[in-house]
C-alpha cells in the first residue's frame, strides 16, 4: 500500500529551509532596526545618510554591471549549455530509455487540456515510457469534466489533488512526486509546447554530465512574441535569460534560480530534496538553491518549451508580482543563517547567490528611486543637486550611465539575435519601459510579502489556437 | 593555458607599471577635483574628447585609495588588461583590414562574435579619447562590409549592423547628454575639434615645446614663453604676484594643463577653471580681484576650451582681461571689473 503523500514534507521536517514563516524573529528585528536607523539618519542627518545610501545603491549597481559582463563572457563558452543534434539522437537507438514522469499542474484551464495533451502524446519518446499526470485540484470541476471527456493516451492520468491549504502549484506538484514512477521527472506548464525531441535529450544530457547534475533546465520561450509590445518585451527579457544569463551561470557552475517549467529532475534526488516548497509561490527558484546547497548542480539543455506571453498589463503585472514575491521569500528564507548558507554554498556561490536573488528584488525596488532623480536632474537641474553626488560617487554614477544602462540594454539585442528574433530588436531598445513596469510590480510585491504572503496571483492564458 | 593568457599580460603589465608607471597629472588633477566633489571635476570629466571619461574612470579607484605612484601603477596594469580582454582583438582585426585587405579581413573576423565585439571595443575606444577615431571610423565604416562577407551576417544584415553601430552611437548620446547636463552645451566635447586647431597643433611641432626651451635661450618676436618651469615654483610666483596687488585675489586656472598645474596644491588662491565665464566669475567672487593663468597655447593645450573660445586671448587678452606677467609658459591676466554696490558705500563712507 502506498502511504499518503505529505505534501508539506519540506515545511515539516525542515521548516527552517520552508517559507511556511516569511520571516524569523531576528530577521523581524533587523528589519526593524534597519528601517529605525535609516528614518533617524534622515531626520538627524538627511545630506549624509541621502550621500550614503547613494553611495552604496551606486557601488552595488556597479557590481550587478560587472556580473552581467562576466555571465555573457560565461555565456559565450561551449560549456554553457548541452547540444545535441538530430543525429546524436539517431545514434542513441536502439536503445532502452527509462521511465520520464512528467508533471502537468492545472487549475481552471479546461481549454489548455487538449493543447498540452497533444504535445506531451507527439513528443518524441517511447509511449510506454512515459508517465504523464495532469495534477487537478479536486475542486476544479471544469478541467475535471473537460479531462474525463478526453481520451487519455496510455501511460496518461489524473490525479487529483485534495483541497487543502496552502493552494499553490508546488503543493499539487509534491503529490504528482509521491506518485512519480519515472526515474526522470519534469513539469510542464498547461499552455507548454516542449519541442519533441526534448525528453530523450534530457535523458542524454544527464547520461553525460556528472553524478552531482540532479537537475537539467530546458530553454523557455513564446510562441505568441508578436502579439504585442508587451510580449515583444517579455520574449526578449526571456531570450536573454534563457539563452544567455542561465547557460552563462552554468558555465560558471553557479547555483541557478530554476525556470517555473521544463527543469528536468532525477526523481530521486527531488524526493531527497523533499520536492517543493509548498509555502514558497516561486518554489522553482527556491529549489534550484536547495539543489546547491545539498550539493548538486543544474545544467542548462539546448532545447526550448514554448510557452505562451502574458500580453495583457494586470496579469503580466500579477505575474511578475509573484514572482518578484518569491524571490524576496527565497532571499529570506535562506538568509535565516547567513553563515550556514555560505558553509552550504561556498563563498563564490553565495555571491552568485545575493548578486542573482537579492540583486534582482534589489534593482526593481531602488530603480524608480534613480530614475525619479535622474529625471528631476535633467528637467529641474535643481540648486544643490550636485552635493547629494560627491565627485567619487558622481564618477560612478557617470560609469553606471555609460556602461551599465547600455549592458542591460545591448544584453537584451544580444538575446533576441541569438533567437533570430530579429524583429523585436527595435523593441528592446525601448526595453527601459519594461524596467518601470518590472519596478511597479516589484513594490507591489514588497508589500505583499508582508501582506500576503501566501497569496498565488493565478496567470490566466489564452491557449494557442485563441 | 586559459589562466595563463590572462597571468601573462598581468605579469608583463605589472613590469610596464613598475618601470613606466609615473602618475599623469591631468588625469591625477581630475580625479583630484572628482574625489573633491568640485564642478569642476565633473565639467573635466565629460568636456573634452581629448581628455576623454573612460580613463578618468579607471583611475579614479586607484587614485581615490593609493598614493600617485601606487595609484599610476596600478591603473596601468587595469589599462593594459583592459587593452588584452578587449582592444588587442579589433586591432588585430583592423590590422588585417587595412594592411592585408578585406579578404584577411574576413578570415580574421569571421564570426558574427568578432564583430560584436569589435563595435563594443570601438565603443569603448571612443571613451577613450578622440585620437582613436581613425581606427573608429574605419570599424563603423567596415562593419557592414564585413557583414556582407559571412553567410550568417548577411542573411540578418539589419540586425548585426544595429548590434554593431549601437554601442558607439549609445557612447556618443550619452557623452553628449552629460555635456549638456554640466556644460549647459551638448556638443561642448567635440567643439575643440576644428580643422583650424589641428592645423596648429600640427605646427606646434616646428616650433619648440616650453620643455625643450634650455635656459639660455630667450623670448622670441612672437612672444613665445621662456622655458617651462616647475609647477611649484610657477605656482609660488603667481601667488608672490598676486599677493602684491592685492590680499584678495583668486587665480583661476584655466582647462586640463591647469590641472596638472593645480596637482597637490594646497593654495585656496588657485582654483581651476574648465568652462570659462568671465562674467559669472564676476557674480560669484563679487569684491575679489579676480585673474586668470593661461597656458601657452602649444600642441594639445590648444583644444582647452578658453582658446576656441576665445582665440585671441592669450597673445591679446580680452575686453576687461588685460595682461599682467609670464610665469614661464603661463600667462597671467587681470579680469577688470566695476566696483560693487558694498565697495562704492564703502569707499564712500571714506
Same mark, same amino acid.
Given at each position: 500500500?502506498?502511504?499518503?503523500?505529505?505534501?508539506?514534507?519540506?515545511?515539516?521536517?525542515?521548516?527552517?529551509?520552508?517559507?511556511?514563516?516569511?520571516?524569523?524573529?531576528?530577521?523581524?528585528?533587523?528589519?526593524?532596526?534597519?528601517?529605525?536607523?535609516?528614518?533617524?539618519?534622515?531626520?538627524?542627518?538627511?545630506?549624509?545618510?541621502?550621500?550614503?545610501?547613494?553611495?552604496?545603491?551606486?557601488?552595488?549597481?556597479?557590481?550587478?554591471?560587472?556580473?552581467?559582463?562576466?555571465?555573457?563572457?560565461?555565456?559565450?563558452?561551449?560549456?554553457?549549455?548541452?547540444?545535441?543534434?538530430?543525429?546524436?539522437?539517431?545514434?542513441?537507438?536502439?536503445?532502452?530509455?527509462?521511465?520520464?514522469?512528467?508533471?502537468?499542474?492545472?487549475?481552471?484551464?479546461?481549454?489548455?487540456?487538449?493543447?498540452?495533451?497533444?504535445?506531451?502524446?507527439?513528443?518524441?519518446?517511447?509511449?510506454?515510457?512515459?508517465?504523464?499526470?495532469?495534477?487537478?485540484?479536486?475542486?476544479?470541476?471544469?478541467?475535471?469534466?473537460?479531462?474525463?471527456?478526453?481520451?487519455?493516451?496510455?501511460?496518461?492520468?489524473?490525479?487529483?489533488?485534495?483541497?487543502?491549504?496552502?493552494?499553490?502549484?508546488?503543493?499539487?506538484?509534491?503529490?504528482?512526486?509521491?506518485?512519480?514512477?519515472?526515474?526522470?521527472?519534469?513539469?510542464?506548464?498547461?499552455?507548454?509546447?516542449?519541442?519533441?525531441?526534448?525528453?530523450?535529450?534530457?535523458?542524454?544530457?544527464?547520461?553525460?554530465?556528472?553524478?552531482?547534475?540532479?537537475?537539467?533546465?530546458?530553454?523557455?520561450?513564446?510562441?505568441?512574441?508578436?502579439?504585442?509590445?508587451?510580449?515583444?518585451?517579455?520574449?526578449?527579457?526571456?531570450?536573454?535569460?534563457?539563452?544567455?544569463?542561465?547557460?552563462?551561470?552554468?558555465?560558471?557552475?553557479?547555483?541557478?534560480?530554476?525556470?517555473?517549467?521544463?527543469?528536468?529532475?532525477?526523481?530521486?534526488?527531488?524526493?531527497?530534496?523533499?520536492?517543493?516548497?509548498?509555502?514558497?509561490?516561486?518554489?522553482?527558484?527556491?529549489?534550484?538553491?536547495?539543489?546547491?546547497?545539498?550539493?548538486?548542480?543544474?545544467?542548462?539543455?539546448?532545447?526550448?518549451?514554448?510557452?505562451?506571453?502574458?500580453?495583457?498589463?494586470?496579469?503580466?503585472?500579477?505575474?511578475?508580482?509573484?514572482?518578484?514575491?518569491?524571490?524576496?521569500?527565497?532571499?529570506?528564507?535562506?538568509?535565516?543563517?547567513?553563515?550556514?548558507?555560505?558553509?552550504?554554498?561556498?563563498?563564490?556561490?553565495?555571491?552568485?547567490?545575493?548578486?542573482?536573488?537579492?540583486?534582482?528584488?534589489?534593482?526593481?525596488?531602488?530603480?524608480?528611486?534613480?530614475?525619479?532623480?535622474?529625471?528631476?536632474?535633467?528637467?529641474?537641474?535643481?540648486?544643490?543637486?550636485?552635493?547629494?553626488?560627491?565627485?567619487?560617487?558622481?564618477?560612478?554614477?557617470?560609469?553606471?550611465?555609460?556602461?551599465?544602462?547600455?549592458?542591460?540594454?545591448?544584453?537584451?539585442?544580444?538575446?533576441?539575435?541569438?533567437?533570430?528574433?530579429?524583429?523585436?530588436?527595435?523593441?528592446?531598445?525601448?526595453?527601459?519601459?519594461?524596467?518601470?513596469?518590472?519596478?511597479?510590480?516589484?513594490?507591489?510585491?514588497?508589500?505583499?510579502?508582508?501582506?500576503?504572503?501566501?497569496?498565488?496571483?493565478?496567470?490566466?492564458?489564452?491557449?494557442?489556437?485563441? | 593555458?586559459?589562466?595563463?593568457?590572462?597571468?601573462?599580460?598581468?605579469?608583463?603589465?605589472?613590469?610596464?607599471?613598475?618601470?613606466?608607471?609615473?602618475?599623469?597629472?591631468?588625469?591625477?588633477?581630475?580625479?583630484?577635483?572628482?574625489?573633491?566633489?568640485?564642478?569642476?571635476?565633473?565639467?573635466?570629466?565629460?568636456?573634452?574628447?581629448?581628455?576623454?571619461?573612460?580613463?578618468?574612470?579607471?583611475?579614479?579607484?586607484?587614485?581615490?585609495?593609493?598614493?600617485?605612484?601606487? /595609484? +599610476?601603477?596600478? =591603473? &596601468?596594469?587595469? @589599462?593594459?588588461?583592459?587593452?588584452?580582454?578587449? !582592444?588587442?582583438?579589433? *586591432? $588585430?582585426?583592423?590590422?588585417?583590414?587595412?594592411?592585408?585587405?578585406?579578404?584577411?579581413?574576413?578570415?580574421?573576423?569571421?564570426?558574427?562574435?568578432?564583430?560584436?565585439? /569589435? +563595435?563594443?571595443? =570601438? &565603443?569603448?575606444? @571612443?571613451?577613450?579619447?578622440?585620437?582613436?577615431? !581613425?581606427?573608429?571610423? *574605419? $570599424?563603423?565604416?567596415?562593419?557592414?562590409?564585413?557583414?556582407?562577407?559571412?553567410?550568417?551576417?548577411?542573411?540578418?544584415?539589419?540586425?548585426?549592423?544595429?548590434?554593431?553601430?549601437?554601442?558607439?552611437?549609445?557612447?556618443?548620446?550619452?557623452?553628449?547628454?552629460?555635456?549638456?547636463?554640466?556644460?549647459?552645451?551638448?556638443?561642448?566635447?567635440?567643439?575643440?575639434?576644428?580643422?583650424?586647431?589641428?592645423?596648429?597643433?600640427?605646427?606646434?611641432?616646428?616650433?619648440?615645446?616650453?620643455?625643450?626651451?634650455?635656459?639660455?635661450?630667450?623670448?622670441?618676436?612672437?612672444?613665445?614663453?621662456?622655458?617651462?618651469?616647475?609647477?611649484?615654483?610657477?605656482?609660488?610666483?603667481?601667488?608672490?604676484?598676486?599677493?602684491?596687488?592685492?590680499?584678495?585675489?583668486?587665480?583661476?586656472?584655466?582647462?586640463?594643463?591647469?590641472?596638472?598645474?593645480?596637482?597637490?596644491?594646497?593654495?585656496?588662491?588657485?582654483?581651476?577653471?574648465?568652462?570659462?565665464?568671465?562674467?559669472?566669475?564676476?557674480?560669484?567672487?563679487?569684491?575679489?580681484?579676480?585673474?586668470?593663468?593661461?597656458?601657452?597655447?602649444?600642441?594639445?593645450?590648444?583644444?582647452?576650451?578658453?582658446?576656441?573660445?576665445?582665440?585671441?586671448?592669450?597673445?591679446?587678452?580680452?575686453?576687461?582681461?588685460?595682461?599682467?606677467?609670464?610665469?614661464?609658459?603661463?600667462?597671467?591676466?587681470?579680469?577688470?571689473?566695476?566696483?560693487?554696490?558694498?565697495?562704492?558705500?564703502?569707499?564712500?563712507?571714506?
Amino acid at each position: 500500500m502506498i502511504p499518503e503523500p505529505d505534501p508539506l514534507e519540506l515545511a515539516h521536517k525542515r521548516p527552517d529551509w520552508s517559507a511556511v514563516k516569511p520571516l524569523t524573529l531576528w530577521q523581524k528585528l533587523l528589519m526593524l532596526c534597519f528601517v529605525g536607523g535609516t528614518v533617524a539618519a534622515f531626520y538627524y542627518r538627511p545630506m549624509k545618510a541621502a550621500q550614503l545610501a547613494i553611495a552604496i545603491c551606486t557601488v552595488i549597481y556597479i557590481i550587478v554591471t560587472l556580473y552581467k559582463f562576466l555571465i555573457l563572457r560565461g555565456a559565450a563558452s561551449s560549456r554553457a549549455s548541452f547540444r545535441f543534434t538530430e543525429e546524436d539522437i539517431q545514434a542513441q537507438e536502439p536503445r532502452e530509455w527509462p521511465i520520464f514522469s512528467v508533471l502537468v499542474p492545472m487549475y481552471k484551464e479546461p481549454e489548455t487540456l487538449p493543447q498540452i495533451l497533444k504535445s506531451l502524446d507527439e513528443m518524441d519518446y517511447p509511449r510506454d515510457r512515459k508517465d504523464v499526470q495532469f495534477l487537478l485540484e479536486a475542486d476544479d470541476e471544469a478541467t475535471l469534466d473537460a479531462a474525463a471527456r478526453l481520451v487519455m493516451p496510455p501511460g496518461f492520468r489524473v490525479t487529483r489533488i485534495p483541497p487543502s491549504f496552502p493552494r499553490t502549484k508546488p503543493k499539487a506538484c509534491n503529490i504528482g512526486l509521491a506518485y512519480a514512477r519515472g526515474k526522470y521527472l519534469v513539469i510542464y506548464d498547461a499552455e507548454d509546447m516542449p519541442e519533441k525531441d526534448q525528453l530523450k535529450k534530457a535523458v542524454m544530457a544527464f547520461e553525460k554530465s556528472p553524478e552531482s547534475v540532479v537537475c537539467i533546465q530546458s530553454c523557455l520561450n513564446f510562441y505568441n512574441a508578436g502579439q504585442n509590445i508587451l510580449s515583444k518585451w517579455f520574449t526578449a527579457e526571456y531570450s536573454v535569460w534563457y539563452d544567455l544569463q542561465l547557460p552563462g551561470l552554468a558555465a560558471l557552475h553557479a547555483v541557478i534560480p530554476l525556470g517555473g517549467t521544463s527543469n528536468h529532475f532525477k526523481t530521486a534526488a527531488l524526493r531527497e530534496l523533499m520536492g517543493w516548497d509548498a509555502y514558497n509561490v516561486t518554489e522553482d527558484c527556491d529549489l534550484g538553491i536547495r539543489i546547491g546547497r545539498l550539493g548538486y548542480s543544474t545544467r542548462m539543455l539546448d532545447t526550448t518549451t514554448w510557452e505562451e506571453a502574458c500580453c495583457r498589463f494586470w496579469p503580466w503585472i500579477k505575474q511578475r508580482t509573484r514572482w518578484q514575491k518569491g524571490y524576496i521569500q527565497t532571499w529570506f528564507v535562506h538568509m535565516r543563517n547567513p553563515f550556514r548558507l555560505l558553509h552550504d554554498l561556498g563563498l563564490i556561490n553565495f555571491i552568485h547567490y545575493q548578486l542573482l536573488v537579492g540583486g534582482v528584488v534589489f534593482s526593481a525596488l531602488v530603480n524608480p528611486i534613480f530614475w525619479i532623480m535622474t529625471l528631476i536632474w535633467f528637467f529641474v537641474q535643481p540648486v544643490g543637486a550636485d552635493v547629494l553626488f560627491p565627485g567619487p560617487v558622481f564618477a560612478m554614477g557617470a560609469f553606471c550611465l555609460f556602461l551599465g544602462n547600455f549592458v542591460f540594454i545591448y544584453v537584451n539585442l544580444l538575446g533576441c539575435c541569438a533567437r533570430k528574433r530579429d524583429g523585436l530588436m527595435l523593441c528592446a531598445l525601448f526595453s527601459p519601459l519594461y524596467w518601470a513596469m518590472m519596478s511597479y510590480s516589484g513594490w507591489r510585491a514588497f508589500i505583499q510579502f508582508f501582506r500576503a504572503p501566501f497569496v498565488w496571483e493565478k496567470t490566466t492564458h489564452q491557449g494557442k489556437s485563441s | 593555458m586559459s589562466k595563463l593568457r590572462y597571468l601573462i599580460p598581468l605579469v608583463l603589465g605589472y613590469i610596464l607599471a613598475v618601470r613606466y608607471g609615473v602618475p599623469d597629472g591631468t588625469l591625477a588633477g581630475i580625479c583630484q577635483e572628482l574625489i573633491a566633489g568640485s564642478t569642476q571635476g565633473r565639467q573635466a570629466l565629460v568636456g573634452s574628447c581629448w581628455h576623454a571619461p573612460l580613463p578618468t574612470l579607471i583611475y579614479l579607484p586607484f587614485a581615490w585609495l593609493c598614493s600617485p605612484t601606487t /595609484a +599610476a601603477q596600478l =591603473a &596601468a596594469i587595469a @589599462l593594459w588588461w583592459f587593452y588584452v580582454a578587449t !582592444v588587442s582583438g579589433l *586591432l $588585430t582585426g583592423l590590422v588585417g583590414w587595412s594592411i592585408c585587405g578585406m579578404k584577411v579581413g574576413k578570415r580574421i573576423i569571421n564570426s558574427p562574435t568578432h564583430l560584436v565585439k /569589435a +563595435a563594443s571595443c =570601438a &565603443a569603448l575606444l @571612443l571613451l577613450c579619447g578622440i585620437y582613436f577615431l !581613425v581606427p573608429i571610423a *574605419l $570599424t563603423l565604416v567596415l562593419l557592414p562590409f564585413v557583414a556582407l562577407f559571412h553567410e550568417e551576417t548577411r542573411r540578418r544584415f539589419f540586425a548585426w549592423v544595429l548590434l554593431g553601430w549601437l554601442p558607439t552611437l549609445y557612447a556618443v548620446g550619452v557623452w553628449m547628454l552629460m555635456n549638456m547636463l554640466v556644460l549647459g552645451d551638448a556638443i561642448f566635447c567635440f567643439r575643440s575639434v576644428r580643422m583650424e586647431t589641428l592645423m596648429q597643433m600640427r605646427q606646434d611641432r616646428e616650433v619648440p615645446a616650453p620643455w625643450e626651451i634650455s635656459d639660455h635661450q630667450v623670448v622670441d618676436a612672437d612672444h613665445q614663453p621662456l622655458r617651462d618651469l616647475p609647477p611649484a615654483e610657477i605656482l609660488s610666483n603667481v601667488a608672490a604676484c598676486v599677493q602684491a596687488e592685492t590680499p584678495y585675489g583668486r587665480v583661476f586656472v584655466e582647462g586640463y594643463e591647469g590641472l596638472r598645474l593645480l596637482e597637490g596644491n594646497q593654495n585656496p588662491m588657485f582654483t581651476s577653471n574648465m568652462d570659462l565665464h568671465i562674467a559669472d566669475l564676476k557674480y560669484a567672487y563679487k569684491g575679489q580681484r579676480l585673474f586668470l593663468l593661461l597656458p601657452r597655447p602649444y600642441f594639445l593645450t590648444r583644444i582647452e576650451s578658453v582658446y576656441w573660445r576665445y582665440p585671441k586671448i592669450y597673445k591679446l587678452g580680452l575686453e576687461r582681461v588685460i595682461f599682467l606677467k609670464d610665469f614661464g609658459a603661463w600667462r597671467l591676466f587681470e579680469v577688470v571689473q566695476a566696483p560693487t554696490r558694498e565697495q562704492l558705500d564703502e569707499w564712500g563712507d571714506r
